[in-house]
C-alpha cells in the first residue's frame, strides 16, 4: 500500500489514555488511525497485553495491534507527583478514556468532576463493564463474562443442534470491541458538542448494555416468544469443506432452485413459500446437502454466485487476509514493532478527504514521557529527572 499523505479528521485532538486490555485500547487506537496525539497513560509494568502471544524478539503483535499509533508515558499513580503532573497535561488535552474498575479514578482525583473543573472542554470516557454506578458496579467483567451474563452465549446455544448440554467455549471477545467501537462513537459525538458549546461532557460506556444491544431480535423474542424457532441457515457439506448458502427471499429461493439443477423445488408444495420453506426447512437443507457433498466448496460457491444467490465458503482467518474484497480496500496495513514487519486491520471506514488507517509506529514503555512533558508543558530537562528521581516517571531503557 503507497503512504496516505492525507491529514486526518482528528489531527490536533489530544487524548490521554488511561486503558489497558481490549475494549478501551480498541476505542483509542481508532483514534490515532484517525491522527489523534494518544499517549498511553501505563503503570511503570506497562499494560500487560505487552506480554501476551504472539510474540516475536519480546514484542508482542496482539499489543501492537491495538496500540499502533500510539505514545507511551509510564508514570507511578501512586505517587502524588504522577498525579500532578497528570493534572497539568489534562488542561492541554482533549479527551481522555479510561477502563478502570469503577471508583479508582476518583480515589486518584482523576475522575470526570475533577478533572473537568481544571477543563471544562473536556470529554472523558470511562468502559466498565456494568456502568459506574448501581448494584454490579464494581463486579470484575472481562469479555467472557459479559457474554454470559447478557444472554449472548445461551442465545448462541438456543441456535445450536443435537445433544449440546453446555454454552460453547468463545476465545473472541465480541463484547470488548463491540465495546470500544461504540465508546469511539460516543467520543465523536462528545467532541463536536465540545466543538459547537464549549462545553465537554462525560461518556459511561457499559459493555454490558452494548451486549444486549447487539442482541436485536433475540431481546424482542425474548419478550414476545415466536410460535416456532425462526430458520437458520446453517453449513452446507461439500466435498472438502463448507459453504453457507442464504436464500433470503423468493426471488433467491428460486435462483437457487434453478442453479442447483432442481427447477421443480419451486412448484414443491413444501417449499413454494416462505411460509411452507420455514415448514420443512431442515428438509431443504438436506437437499442442499445432497447437491453439495460431490463437488469442492469452490464449485458451489461458484455454482451460487452465478445463479445469483448470496452464498459463501468458510475460509480460515489467514485465508480471509488474503481476499480480493480485503486486498482491494488496503483493509490490512503493513507496521513494523522493531522486531519485524506485520500486518494490522484498517479501521473498516474510509473517507474521501482524509487518512483512516493505522499508523508504523509501536511506542516501547514509556519511551515518549520526557519529550511529552517537555513539549506539552515545557518542562525543563531538571524537572523531568527530579520527576523520575521521585519514582513517578518511569522510562525503560
Known amino acids: 500500500m503507497t503512504a496516505d499523505t492525507r491529514p486526518g479528521i482528528l489531527d490536533g485532538v489530544r487524548v490521554l489514555d488511561f486503558t489497558a486490555m481490549m475494549s478501551g485500547p480498541y476505542a483509542t487506537r481508532l483514534m490515532a488511525d484517525l491522527g489523534a496525539e ?31 499509533g500510539k505514545k507511551s508515558i509510564a508514570l507511578d499513580l ?29 480515589r486518584l482525583g482523576l475522575d470526570y468532576a475533577s478533572l473537568s473543573a481544571l477543563n471544562p472542554k473536556l470529554v472523558y470516557c470511562s468502559i466498565s463493564g456494568f456502568g459506574q454506578e448501581g448494584a454490579w458496579a464494581g463486579r470484575s467483567a472481562y469479555a467472557p463474562v459479559l457474554q454470559a451474563a447478557s444472554g449472548y452465549d445461551m442465545a448462541n446455544l438456543d441456535y445450536q443442534e443435537g445433544d449440546i448440554e453446555r454454552p460453547l467455549k468463545n476465545g473472541i471477545f465480541v463484547a470488548d470491541v463491540l465495546g470500544g467501537s461504540l465508546a469511539f462513537g460516543a467520543i465523536q459525538a462528545a467532541l463536536f458538542r465540545a466543538a459547537r458549546t464549549g462545553q465537554g461532557d462525560q461518556v459511561d460506556l457499559s459493555l454490558m448494555d452494548a451486549m444486549l444491544g447487539m442482541l436485536v431480535y433475540e431481546c424482542q423474542e425474548a419478550q414476545f416468544p415466536a410460535e416456532r424457532r425462526r430458520p437458520l441457515y446453517k453449513p452446507t457439506r461439500a466435498s472438502d469443506g463448507f459453504v453457507i448458502i442464504a436464500p433470503v427471499s423468493q426471488n433467491n429461493f428460486e435462483a ?47 455454482a451460487m454466485h452465478a445463479a445469483g444467490v448470496p452464498c459463501s465458503r468458510y475460509y480460515t482467518v489467514r485465508e480471509a487476509m488474503q481476499l480480493p474484497p480485503l486486498v482491494e480496500r488496503g483493509a490490512l496495513q503493513t507496521i513494523d514493532d522493531g522486531a ?8 473498516a471506514f474510509r473517507f474521501a478527504h482524509t487518512a483512516a488507517h493505522a499508523r508504523n509506529r509501536v511506542a516501547g514503555l514509556g519511551e515518549d514521557g520526557p519529550a511529552l512533558l517537555a513539549d506539552w508543558l515545557n518542562w525543563s530537562e531538571p524537572r523531568i529527572a527530579a520527576l523520575r528521581e521521585q519514582g513517578a516517571l518511569h522510562v525503560k531503557a
Not at 505517587?79 to 479508582?104: H, S
Not at 519485524?340 to 479501521?347: D, K, L, M, S, Y
Open 340 to 347: 519485524g514487519a506485520f500486518q494490522v486491520p484498517n479501521p
Open 78 to 106: 501512586k505517587k502524588p507527583e504522577a498525579i500532578a503532573a497528570i493534572r497539568e497535561l489534562v488542561v492541554r488535552c482533549d479527551v481522555v478514556v479510561e477502563n478502570y474498575r469503577p471508583g479508582v479514578m476518583k
Open 256 to 302: 437457487l432452485a434453478r442453479g442447483v439443477g432442481h427447477p421443480e423445488w419451486i412448484g414443491d408444495p413444501r417449499f413454494s413459500t416462505g411460509t411452507e420453506r420455514e415448514h420443512h426447512w431442515s428438509e431443504l437443507m438436506q437437499l442442499l446437502d445432497d447437491w453439495a457433498a460431490p463437488q469442492t466448496a469452490a464449485d458451489c460457491e461458484a
Open 38 to 68: 494518544v499517549v498511553k497513560v501505563e503503570p511503570p509494568e506497562g499494560d500487560h497485553i505487552r506480554m501476551r502471544p504472539p510474540r516475536r524478539q519480546g514484542r508482542s503483535t496482539y499489543f501492537a495491534q491495538l496500540n499502533a
